[in-house]
Nanobody, 121 residues
Framework: VQLTESGGGLVQAGGSLRLSCAAS????????MGWFRQPPGKEREFVAT????????YYADSVKGRFTISRDNRKDTVYLQMDSLKPEDTAVYYC???????????????WGQGTQVTVSS
């Protein structure tokens, strides 16, 4: 499974971005998906996860109420809508695929290359 993120960029604080992650597999709907991020000089951290059908989602406290994860199984794509962005959201954002709705990085089997999000103050 290959995952390709897009949609990152530079945005001012308070702005919005929508990240996309396209999967190169015909079994996309069998995977639970997650978004993680790695701020400069820090460990990769959990952001959000969504189950295979899109019926279950879970967010890190730091993004709850501002970010929304969703998926379109017809397009083999998962999204992360990011609103009310803050400078502390600056990071490389990664999507990941696995089996199981989890916040644990090691539980995901496949990873994308990441997309940079920079939020200016």
């Amino acid at each position: 499974v290959q995952l390709t993120e897009s949609g990152g960029g530079l945005v001012q604080a308070g702005g919005s971005l929508r990240l996309s992650c396209a999967a190169s597999t015909q079994t996309f709907s069998s995977y639970d998906m997650g978004w993680f991020r790695q701020p400069p000089g820090k460990e990769r951290e959990f952001v959000a996860t969504i189950n295979w059908s899109g019926g279950r989602t879970y967010y890190a406290d730091s993004v709850k109420g501002r970010f929304t994860i969703s998926r379109d199984n017809r397009k083999d794509t998962v999204y992360l809508q990011m609103d009310s962005l803050k400078p502390e959201d600056t990071a490389v954002y990664y999507c990941a695929a696995g089996v199981g709705v989890t916040t644990m990085r090691d539980e995901y089997e496949y990873w994308g290359q990441g997309t940079q999000v920079t939020v200016s103050s």
